[in-house]
């Protein structure tokens, strides 16, 4: 299995933007609590989230289709490469999320966008946050206009968990990471 330190290195190859790292960060901690959660390995499960994004900044018009190649620099298993594919389903590619830690990446990852852009409007940030505070953020169009909702919406329904129970898990796994991620 790819350590921790070698999925970051690769990432760190491919990304020099500070807030993509956050959000790599905030991938690879909610995919942990949720692997945490379902009696699952949170190593590769964080690995995955981690390094969701690798191809994002160098090749964004190639998102979920250039990573297989970059993944391949450090012998990343091919499931782990399908589930990373698989966070783009009909947005970017046609890689369906078919195991249960691929349909919780395609859930998080707009989710966790959500909850950070939420955070950065309260003086406190990540601390007390609640899941009220981010479902009345999620009311509003303008806010965060970039999150697809909907995405997370389908994400909950195909992986079976509540949107309330979502929330509060990403809630808290980013406030454990909360001064890495610069909240």
Same mark, same amino acid.
């Given at each position: 299995?790819?350590? @921790?330190?070698?999925?970051?290195?690769?990432?760190?190859?491919?990304?020099?933007?500070?807030?993509?790292?956050?959000?790599?960060?905030?991938?690879?901690?909610?995919?942990?609590?949720?692997? @945490?959660?379902?009696?699952?390995?949170?190593?590769?499960? &964080?690995?995955? &989230?981690?390094l969701h994004d690798i191809d994002w900044e160098m090749f964004p018009s190639e998102h979920c289709k250039k990573a297989?190649?970059?993944?391949?620099?450090?012998?990343?298993?091919?499931?782990?490469?399908?589930?990373?594919c698989s966070h783009g389903y009909q947005v970017c590619c046609d890689v369906e999320p078919t195991r249960e830690m691929?349909?919780?990446?395609?859930?998080?990852?707009?989710?966790? &966008?959500?909850?950070?852009?939420?955070?950065?409007? @309260?003086?406190?940030?990540?601390?007390?946050?609640?899941?009220?505070?981010?479902?009345?953020?999620?009311?509003?169009?303008?806010?965060?206009?970039?999150?697809?909702?909907?995405?997370?919406?389908?994400?909950?329904?195909?992986? &079976?968990?509540?949107?309330?129970?979502?929330?509060?898990?990403?809630?808290?796994?980013?406030?454990?990471?909360?001064?890495?991620?610069?909240?």
């Open positions: 299995m790819v350590t @921790r330190e070698k999925a970051l290195e690769l990432f760190k190859k491919y990304n020099k933007s500070e807030s993509l790292y956050h959000h790599a960060l905030c991938v690879e901690a909610t995919m942990r609590a949720f692997a @945490r959660k379902k009696g699952e390995d949170e190593e590769y499960w &964080g690995i995955v &989230g981690l297989p190649e970059l993944l391949k620099e450090i012998d990343l298993p091919d499931d782990q490469i399908h589930a990373i691929e349909k919780v990446l395609y859930t998080i990852d707009e989710l966790t &966008g959500l909850v950070y852009a939420t955070a950065l409007m @309260r003086p406190e940030h990540m601390n007390g946050m609640s899941v009220k505070s981010v479902k009345k953020k999620w009311k509003s169009s303008g806010f965060a206009a970039g999150v697809n909702r909907e995405l997370i919406q389908k994400g909950s329904e195909m992986c &079976g968990i509540e949107i309330p129970e979502l929330i509060q898990t990403t809630i808290d796994a980013m406030t454990e990471i909360s001064a890495e991620i610069g909240l």
